[in-house]
């Protein structure tokens, strides 16, 4: 059984920082891409980052570029998401996903975790 596990998300005010992980588990993941979508309310959900597991090569959409950092952990089989200078934009419901390496459309991820929520205050 795939399960991605998200956490810590949270309330922080504008120009502060979170980490989110994301941990998976119930089968290899090597092939794939660890990503990042995020999606605020009435808004469809976006990409924002994804590393390619075998390779740890990182992307990014251009609005997080310099501000967010994702990393991965083997040993861990987790996922990072260092989120740097937020801004009220960045508040979203944030959910880990695996899909196709390079891809940045959410439907060639095909696992997903629950989400975890990130409020940014003004």
């Known amino acids: 059984q795939v399960q991605l596990v998200e956490s810590g998300g949270g309330l922080v005010q504008a120009g502060g920082s979170l980490r989110l992980s994301c941990a998976a588990s119930?089968?290899?993941?090597?092939?794939?891409?660890m990503g990042w979508f995020r999606q605020a309310p009435g808004k469809e959900r976006e990409f924002v980052a994804a590393?390619?597991?075998?390779?740890?090569?990182?992307y990014y959409t251009d609005s997080v570029k310099g501000r967010f950092t994702i990393s991965r952990d083997n040993a861990k089989n987790t996922v990072y998401l260092q989120m740097n200078s937020l801004t009220p934009e960045d508040t979203a419901v944030y959910y880990c996903?695996?899909?196709?390496?390079?891809?940045?459309?959410?439907?060639?991820?095909?696992?997903w975790g629950q989400g975890t929520q990130v409020t940014v205050s003004s």
């Open positions: 996903a695996a899909g196709r390496p390079g891809s940045r459309r959410y439907h060639e991820y095909s696992y």
């Open positions: 119930g089968r290899t993941f090597s092939r794939y891409a």
């Open positions: 590393i390619t597991w075998s390779s740890g090569i990182p």
